[in-house]
């Protein structure tokens, strides 16, 4: 994710921090390659000019404060116009009145469909009580798709084969809404490969009888500045409320998330980053600049293991751990709830300096070695897992063939895990031994 416009910036930034005073000359150079980094992932041009008189304004009439670098005081201002030009602020979904209704709009091959299941499985999971509906009737396969979505959720549908008028499917799925208490309704509408005027008319129609609290223009964030054209037409005749970026793990410059809000004044509520269904997140600004700025963004990280990982669980699994208590059982588990955060990538990807330690690390390595070291534990016995130290010669030959590894790979996980419950169990002694010592007495510790 605008992995080529971070490696730029970041280049940029190293130039930045060696400066030992702001001029106008050392400004206006950083900036020129700033602009040029901008332009290259395919920011609208007004966008990138506008962007860089911002921040040179700012960066030259600043006082610099004596405790920060006059570099670093620059890279602030640029976060923060970042910021700004992303939207200043997350903009969430308006579902007001019941039931209330979403409109998913774009060309074809945006994603519609895809991001319409997404969608729902997002507001499946905040309580909410979605309903599906193929308001495509040009494209049988996208009611094909949508339904096979339904059923993955284990949401209802509302397909009509061999209807052609969409305005009648709109109807019935808003009485059967209201009727069976589903909220908000969801219609996956059709799409051209351009905008043409039979397709704006048809959207206007279902438009103005849903009366939609939102109209979301699904794009592909691969397409750059025509996405912004694309929104442009989309909004001067449906009005659109927000954006959804598509395939924004596969673009590496992301150029329509830059200049969508400056040039059309709508924000991006949503975004797409994987092909699981899981794979759709809110829009924030300040954590997608901070991620484009090569500064991480642990809050998302956090929020992605407080979903994966319960409380409860934790706080039993520390409890184990601190008793020394912690078997295989429990390490397949946490292997597992790993696995729910996402790809190593993408996890390492939001740690400050990620996108450094990615060109370092081989992580599809470590990836194949998480696999295979489930796989191993996957192929003992319950016992075998809670109690480690029954595994002969026999039964480590049999664990061996059964998970497609050697006995030397099966030894070296049993000799790690072994050195690790040690180590735990030492640190529960220290905390209990902490414990009963109680607090150091005050000025102990002081010189």
């Not at 507001?123 to 096979?148: C, F, I, N, S, Y």
């Not at 589903?182 to 039979?198: H, K, M, W, Y």
């Not at 001067?236 to 809000?261: F, Y």
Request: glycine share 8%.
């Amino acid at each position: 994710m605008f992995d080529s416009l971070s490696d730029k910036l970041q280049q940029v930034f190293r130039n930045l921090r060696g400066l030992g005073k702001i001029s106008e000359s050392n400004v206006s150079d950083s900036l020129r390659e700033v602009r040029l980094a901008l332009l290259d992932a395919d920011v609208h041009f007004k966008v990138a000019r506008d962007f860089i008189e911002a921040v040179k304004q700012k960066a030259i009439g600043q006082e610099v404060i004596q405790s920060i670098q006059p570099g670093q005081q620059i890279i602030k201002i640029i976060h923060d116009e970042l910021v700004a030009l992303l939207g200043s602020s997350h903009a969430g979904l308006e579902l007001t009145g019941h039931p209330a209704s979403i409109l998913m709009v774009g060309l074809h091959g945006s994603g519609k469909t895809t991001s319409s299941g997404k969608l729902a499985r997002l507001l499946q999971k905040q309580g909410q009580a979605p309903l599906l509906v193929a308001a495509d009737v040009d494209r049988p396969a996208a009611m094909d798709q949508l339904e096979t979505l339904g059923k993955q959720l284990g949401l209802p549908i509302i397909v009509r084969r061999g209807e052609t008028d969409v305005l009648r499917i709109a109807r019935e799925a808003i009485e059967f809404a209201r009727t069976q208490q589903r909220s908000p309704v969801i219609f996956d509408t059709a799409g051209r490969l351009q905008i043409d005027e039979p397709l704006v008319q048809e959207l206007v129609r279902l438009r103005d009888l849903v009366q939609p609290q939102e109209i979301l223009l699904v794009l592909d964030a691969a397409t750059g500045q025509e996405a912004v054209n694309v929104a442009t037409h989309f909004d001067q005749a449906l009005h659109i409320t927000g954006a959804v970026l598509t395939k924004l793990d596969g673009d590496a410059r992301g150029g329509a998330a830059l200049s969508l809000r400056a040039v059309t004044g709508k924000p991006i509520k949503l975004v797409g980053v994987g092909e699981k269904l899981e794979d759709f997140e809110p829009f924030h600004p300040e954590r997608m600049a901070t991620r484009i700025l090569g500064m991480g963004d642990v809050v998302s990280l956090v929020e992605r293991a407080a979903e994966a990982v319960g409380l409860d669980d934790a706080k039993r699994l520390e409890e184990k751990m601190r008793r020394g208590q912690f078997t295989l059982e429990d390490f397949l588990g946490q292997l597992r709830q790993m696995k729910k955060l996402g790809s190593l990538e993408s996890i390492v990807g939001l740690l400050p300096g990620g996108s450094e330690m990615l060109k370092q690390a081989d992580l599809t390595k470590s990836e194949k070695e998480f696999r295979r070291m489930e796989a191993m534990i996957c192929a003992m016995t319950l016992q075998e897992r809670r109690h480690p130290q029954i595994l002969n010669a026999r039964r480590r030959v049999r664990i061996a063939k059964g998970s497609g590894v050697s006995v030397a790979e099966l030894n070296n996980l049993l000799n790690r895990f072994s050195q690790m419950q040690q180590m735990m169990k030492k640190m529960g002694k220290f905390q209990k031994l902490m414990a009963r010592m109680g607090p150091p007495p005050p000025g102990m510790f002081r010189r």
